[in-house]
């Protein structure tokens, strides 16, 4: 079974994305914030990070920074969670080293897509 | 899928709100002059968290206004804009809007003000105005680091993208990607084998590695991409969809998309369906290739399956050209046709290397590159193998239970209180109001005489009747009768029963019987398992039944009572009980007990309980009786609650499920035993007593016991059991409090009695590990935590009628 | 655009330690766990709890347990006093997060170590178990332990002062014969 980590701040986008991915059939953690997930990636190998970009204690691009920066991360897929309103971010992000992004808003089944596309 | 996403709007709504709490409470504090980065980015996240959730959950009011706000306040974090006066009291306002936004959402209902009007139209005035240079030099950069040979390529695409919108949209068109992947892509966790896969559903595919030179065995690098390919697709896309495919990895790539007359015979070869184990299979660049298009299963072979060879090895022995890499190959894999296709240059992974994570990168461009008949003979093998590979069969079954009984602790979170519980809350909070009115005015007197003293306490005394009648009036709008649980259970029998050729009448009692809505949620799959086991397992088929002069027609019933603060429910079937003699077989040949071992029937059939037992032949499509029952009575023990079993060959099966009423608060006694402060659930608790020294007998073994009107009741010296200093170290200096310790009684020796209040239960697993005799810790008013008695495992602790109970 | 990526790829991070004393050693702990520093509070003491279980205290509602790393270690202990900090540190256990305090004598730093500095702890073979040691490096000639915060968790013995002492002179002894190699 494929492990992926979803992080966000937000409550609810967050049950959303780990329900949505559960539903189909992938084990799911969640993180609150860049250092949760960074935590938990360090205790855990997942096949994929779901991560949103304004977070609290740590952001987005710096827990993709960090995590390319780790043996065990350095080919797994990032995924940013952006808005289309931020073209700059995604520039970022990319420099940082995340694979590709998620345009919010969503629906279940583009984010489900999109990690089929990446999980194969 | 199909996923309701209103089920989540209700945290949205409670996120929502606090953030706009966070976001007002930073505004107000804000000051323009002196601008405090981090603040500014509070406000912004709890603006842009609004507007992801509100957009996603389809609230276009509330994300349609958030965006402005996100946008300019987007720009005041990244220094482009000053923030204004203006801009923090239009601020304010836009919460004030949101919140009632909000409110009109949780309430169904519309809102619409003309300040939402004035508003926008100001944040759009706002944005309009330009802010600093800074910002468009930065977009001119950013624009210029597209290579010079996307910009050719977006004119050539333009006019293809004409020639696109003409063609009607049922008309294939044929076209043609030359990708020439950037050196890095691999290094972003970008793997093109993604991107093929993708294209591959898009309609007719066929690939071909294009003729480049690659470095040398000493130079070649394993995460350095140096292979391009071009790709040959008919499909009825437009070239957006497949720009999409590539989205990510544009701008470090070259790609360019052609569009090609369309060629019968050209097709034939590309698209062609035919196995390849034929001869034209050896021309040359023609396809090899044959895939079961759009099976996501190929993929997965793609990327688990291959993985499984160690290509690296065989590439590495024989590291040679396309031939020995294909004999190689062969080897390893399947007989299939030779590569006239030059291969890419596969190294051995150095020792540091050895992450693993470099191989499935170069396998699947291997694979791209090799052969994908391979993939497809696994993948007619057995299709669910390449993802199965990593966990067992056996192992899968598990967590497949484990995930159905896990399931519901996500559901929605809202509550639908009937319109008597508010009433009766209402009416609570005006005798609270009454009464701190009267409280008042004592509190305004100059002095306080007699009688003034009098009315204080007894307002005092009115005022902890209502905090608690309040308290208990909260608590049971959390609480929702049981039928919510069983009225799944109809269907499910019918439908099972029917399967099954069996004949079931189910019985319903107590289903008014409320209990608290989480404790519903996490109970109601552990009563499917027991359901659908009971129809499965127990309830014989007609004839069998009718040959044991049963009627044909088996029953169920699930039954639901109150019994001091928990609820008891109960799932009774006539069927044929359980078979003890075959449990007893397997746990004995699985050496959780030995043959020698003398274990009545009840504590045998108990064995189910333990993890992994099953006496399931087969495990048919309905779990066999055993499958899982270890996950569900650890279900109900995380709730705090127990699970009995007890069975009667050819007469039935009753499991009788306790639980508590709710998870958060319990009516605790404080009690004292030396320094430390323990809380006893008061629903255990009989009674409360002094007792003299010769109601303290011994019995054998070391086991003191009470004697009590006609009983002798066991006897736990609680400071023995926890090591503490206790003041009374004899039963006749303390106070023995008389308690249940499952259907039975047990005396609990403590220094003194304190306070009785109700306690909200913290668990202590969350950060430490379960202790025997304590169920869980609770805060006290003072802020010290204090831990909850938890009678059954401390008499356990105590050695007092221990079961063995085989599933611990 | 191209090779932006390669700048990130390059794998050696500097981790941030925060460094505390204990006796005359001193430790440290992955900042990226810690979540905050506080003074010695009471506890409220857990019933047959090992030793170096101090006890559980309520933080901001959640109930955290207190480990004193002097008794793990076994170290001679110290009375708590006002000096006295308790570092809570957030740890991750599969897929949960679990929060401990624990108690050392005092906080001195925060230092960075770059990856490669970072010496391995040497194999004594059977005779300690120092899996608890994430591994050694000096900082102004003071050797500094830099602990795996997950052996917090357990409750097994770790290795007493004397023995950990020799192991660190061992260590030193190891490490300064390869300086002057």
């Known amino acids: 079974m494929k492990k992926i980590l979803a992080v966000d701040d937000s409550t609810s986008m967050r049950q959303m994305v780990s329900f949505t991915l559960k539903t189909a059939g ?95 | 899928m199909d996923i309701d996403l209103s089920q989540f709007s209700q945290v949205f709504f409670e996120e929502s709100l606090e953030g706009l709490d966070i976001m007002e409470s930073e505004l107000l504090e804000i000051n323009i002059d002196n601008l405090n980065h981090e603040s500014i980015n509070t406000i912004f996240r709890a603006a842009h968290s609004i507007k992801g959730g509100s957009a996603t959950f389809g609230f276009n009011q509330v994300a349609n206004f958030t ?25 304010l306002q836009s919460v004030d809007i949101l919140r009632a936004m909000i409110d009109a959402l949780m309430n169904d209902s519309e809102y619409q003000s003309e300040q939402l009007q004035s508003l926008s139209a100001q944040f759009e005035q706002q944005l309009a105005q330009q802010p600093t240079s800074e910002q468009s030099e930065q977009l001119l950069e950013a624009n210029t680091q597209e290579s010079e040979a996307q910009e050719t390529n977006t004119q050539e695409t333009s006019t293809e993208e004409k020639a696109q919108l003409d063609a009607a949209d049922t008309q294939a068109t044929l076209w043609q990607i030359r990708f020439v992947p950037g050196v890095d892509i691999l290094r972003c966790g970008n793997d093109p084998s993604y991107m093929f896969t993708e294209l591959q559903q898009l309609g007719k595919y066929h690939i071909k590695l294009n003729d480049v030179s690659y470095p040398g065995f000493d130079d070649f ?174 192992k899968q079954t598990s967590t497949a239970t484990k995930q159905a009984v896990t399931k519901t602790s996500e559901s ?70 049981i039928s919510f649980a069983f009225n799944r259970f109809p269907r499910l029998i019918h439908d099972i029963s029917k399967q099954l050729g069996k004949k079931v009448d189910l019985v319903f009692n107590g289903e008014e019987t409320e209990l608290d809505k989480t404790v519903m949620e996490k109970i109601v799959d552990p009563l499917v398992h027991l359901v659908r086991n009971a129809l499965d397992h127990g309830i014989e088929m007609p004839e069998v039944r009718r040959a044991q002069g049963k009627s044909e027609m088996g029953t169920i019933s699930l039954n639901a009572y109150h019994r001091g ?133 011994q019995l054998g073994n070391n086991q003191e016991v009470i004697h009590l009107r006609e009983e002798f009741i066991p006897l736990v010296r609680i400071y023995q059991q926890f090591n503490h200093a206790p003041d009374a170290k004899q039963p006749q200096d303390g106070i023995v409090m008389i308690v249940d310790n499952n259907d039975k009684k047990v005396g609990l020796l403590v220094d003194e009695l304190l306070s009785q209040q109700q306690v909200v239960i913290k668990n202590l697993e969350d950060n430490y590990t379960k202790i025997a005799g304590v169920s869980g810790a609770t805060i006290l008013g003072d802020g010290t935590v204090a831990l909850i008695i938890d009678v059954n495992s401390l008499a356990q602790l105590a050695g007092i009628g221990v079961n063995k109970d085989h599933a611990a | ?140 000639d003071n050797m500094v332990i830099l602990l795996d915060v997950h052996m917090l968790l357990g409750n097994e013995m770790l290795p007493s002062a004397s023995q950990l002492s020799s192991i660190i002179n061992q260590l030193e002894i190891d490490s300064s014969a390869t300086e002057s190699e």
């Open chain 2, 412 to 481: 929605s979170s809202t509550i639908r209180v009937g319109i008597n519980k508010v009433d009766q809350l209402i009416n609570m909070v005006g005798e609270l109001i009454i009464t701190q009115a009267m409280l008042g005015q004592i509190g305004q007197q100059e002095t306080i005489d007699d009688d003034m003293m009098l009315d204080l306490r007894m307002g005092l005394e009115q005022l902890s009747n209502h905090t608690r009648e309040l308290q208990e009036s909260v608590m049971k709008i959390r609480m929702l009768p």
């Open chain 2, 221 to 394: 690098d394993p995460e350095v991409c140096s292979l391009q390919w071009t790709i040959t697709l008919l499909t009825d896309s437009p070239l957006d969809r497949l720009k999409e495919v590539f989205e990510w990895v544009e701008d470090e790539c070259q790609l360019d998309y052609l569009t090609l007359e369309r060629n019968p015979e050209q097709e034939a070869t590309w698209f062609s369906q035919q196995p390849s184990q034929t001869a034209e299979a050896n021309n040359n660049d023609q396809a090899t290739e044959q895939l079961d298009l759009g099976a996501t299963e190929t993929s997965n072979a793609n990327t688990d399956g291959i993985a499984e060879f160690d290509f690296s090895q065989a590439v590495a022995e024989a590291f040679n050209f396309d031939d020995e890499i294909t004999s190689s190959l062969n080897d390893a894999i399947e007989p299939s046709a030779p590569i006239k296709e030059p291969s890419a240059k596969l190294s051995k992974p150095s020792a540091q290397q050895e992450q693993a994570s470099t191989a499935p990168a170069n396998n699947s461009l291997l694979a791209e590159v090799a052969d994908l008949t391979v993939i497809q003979a696994i993948d007619a093998d057995n299709p669910t193998q390449a993802t199965s590979t990593n966990d067992g069969a056996a």
């Open chain 2, 67 to 91: 965006h402005l706000l996100e946008t300019l306040l987007d720009d005041i974090r990244d220094g482009k804009r000053q923030l204004s006066a203006l801009h923090v009291d239009m601020l």
């Open chain 2, 565 to 697: 603060g928990a609820i008891i429910i109960e799932i009774i079937d006539d069927g044929a009980g359980l078979n003890t003699k075959k449990i007893r077989a397997i746990a004995e040949q699985k050496q959780l007990i030995s043959a020698s071992d003398n274990l009545a029937d009840d504590e045998i059939n108990q064995l189910i309980f333990h993890p992994g037992f099953t006496t399931a032949d087969e495990v048919s499509d309905l779990s066999g009786r055993g499958v899982g029952m270890d996950v569900v009575k650890r279900n109900i023990t995380d709730l705090n609650g127990t699970i009995n079993l007890q069975s009667q060959s050819g007469q039935g099966c009753k499991i009788t499920i306790n639980l508590p009423l709710t998870l958060a608060i319990l009516d605790g006694q404080l009690v004292r035993i030396g320094e430390h402060i323990y809380v006893v659930p008061l629903v255990a608790i009989h009674e409360s007593l002094q007792v003299t020294a010769n109601q303290v007998n």
């Open chain 3, 1 to 140: 655009m191209t090779h932006q990526q390669s700048q990130a790829s390059q794998g050696n991070v500097n981790q941030q330690y925060l460094t505390f004393v204990m006796g005359r050693e001193e430790y440290g702990v992955e900042i990226l766990c810690v979540q905050e520093i506080r003074g010695w509070q009471n506890t409220t003491v857990l019933p047959n709890a090992p030793a170096h279980i101090k006890g559980v205290i309520n933080l901001r509602g959640i109930i955290v347990p207190i480990i004193d790393l002097r008794q793990r270690f076994g170290i001679e202990e110290l009375s708590y006093g006002p000096t006295t900090v308790v570092i809570v540190v957030k740890i991750a256990v599969e897929k949960q997060f679990k929060v401990i305090g624990i108690v050392v004598d005092a906080v001195s730093d925060v230092i960075i170590v770059d990856d490669d500095e970072l010496r391995a702890t040497p194999d004594f073979g059977l005779e300690t178990d120092i899996r608890f040691i994430k591994g050694l490096t000096s900082i102004n």
């Open chain 1, 26 to 120: 992938y084990e799911v953690a969640e993180a609150a914030d860049g250092q949760e997930a960074l935590l938990l990636a360090k205790a855990n190998q997942f096949d994929l990070v779901i991560s949103d970009i304004n977070m609290p204690v740590m952001d987005g691009i710096t827990l993709i920074k960090e995590l390319r920066a780790l043996d065990a991360y350095k080919f797994v897929p990032l995924l940013m969670l952006t808005t289309e309103s931020s073209p700059e971010k995604k520039q970022e992000g990319r420099a940082a080293g995340a694979t590709g992004w998620i345009v919010k808003p969503f629906n279940p089944d583009q984010l489900l897509a999109t990690a089929r596309k990446v999980l194969g």
